[in-house]
């Protein structure tokens, strides 16, 4: 299994950014899977979760700005991040999803949103 | 929401030590309570999940217990290439985290 972020940078307040997380090792489509963010005040938090059928939940800091979606064809998973705030800095992962919970992750992209 | 407490937040302990760490649900969790390992600048791995269930190739000096609400990892007997930062994971009920604990050698 393995998962690769990409798409990270720096972005102003109030911009928006796509993350993307290439997956493979494994049949893409039969999972769902994660984004993860990681500060080093705050830690870990979750931050969406998308089913093997596209169904989508979000944790309500994101609620409204971010979209995860996800090209079973390409074996890729996207974090669409829109209205972004400068608490939105941060590591992001993607991640698997079964019935384990959350089993492999990704390196992780930073996103800084500052001016 | 269920928050996750994880104590410590920092251990110090030397090689061959045992080590435990905790982690205290605000709600019933059933047994849905998972491990991970960071090593610095490394992803996240599962060490254990649905509290007791050891990762295929982890170490078998790591371990998983609780039920309910009160949950711990222990290391039987700490070695070098275990420093890292310890989290723990609820997945009954959508995904929190504990706030992890940094484990040094002494």
């Known amino acids: 299994v393995q998962l690769i972020e990409s798409g990270g940078g720096l972005v102003q307040p109030g911009k928006s950014l796509k993350l993307s997380c290439s997956a493979s090792?494994?049949?893409?489509?039969?999972?769902?899977m994660h984004w993860i963010r990681q500060t080093p005040g705050k830690g870990l938090d979750w931050v969406s979760h998308i089913t093997s059928s596209s169904g989508t939940v979000y944790a309500d800091a994101v609620k409204g700005r971010f979209t995860i979606s996800r090209d079973n064809a390409n074996n890729t998973l996207y974090l669409q991040l829109s209205s972004l705030k400068s608490e939105d800095t941060a590591i992001y992962y993607c991640?698997?999803?079964?019935?384990?919970?959350?089993?492999?992750w990704g390196q992780g992209v930073m996103v800084t949103v500052s001016s | 929401d269920i928050q996750m407490t994880q104590s410590p937040s920092f251990l110090s302990a030397s090689v061959g030590d045992r080590v435990t760490i905790n982690c205290k649900a605000s709600q019933n969790i059933n047994r849905y309570l998972n491990w991970y390992q960071q090593k610095l600048g490394d992803a996240p791995k599962l060490l254990i999940y649905n509290t007791n269930s050891l990762q295929t190739g982890i170490p078998s000096r790591f371990s998983g217990s609780g039920s309910g609400t009160d949950f711990t990892l222990t290391i039987s007997s700490l070695q070098p290439e275990d420093v890292a930062t310890y989290f723990c994971?609820?997945?009954?009920?959508?995904?929190?985290f504990g706030g992890g604990t940094k484990v040094e050698l002494k």
């Open positions: 994971l609820q997945h009954n009920s959508w995904w929190t």
């Open positions: 090792g494994f049949t893409f489509s039969s999972y769902g």
């Open positions: 991640a698997r999803s079964n019935n384990m919970g959350i089993d492999y």
